[in-house]
């Protein structure tokens, strides 16, 4: 599977839903599986967590 890197991945980490995540991706000219996109949406989520607990 892919790795996401720069822009994008900062894009998809600035989601709150993976419906978004894959309107982002997709934007961006990646089609991904069922499964590889909630692979990608839960590291976005992950993301999401460490920067709220960070506040």
């Known amino acids: 599977m892919m790795e996401l890197t720069g822009k994008l991945k900062e894009q998809v980490e600035q989601t709150e839903t993976k419906e978004e995540a894959k309107v982002v991706i997709e934007d961006a000219g990646f089609k991904l599986t069922d499964e590889e996109l909630d ?3 839960g ?3 992950t993301a999401r967590r460490s920067r ?3 506040r």
């Open 43 to 45: 590291g976005a989520a």
């Open 39 to 41: 692979t990608i949406a």
């Open 52 to 54: 709220s607990k960070g």
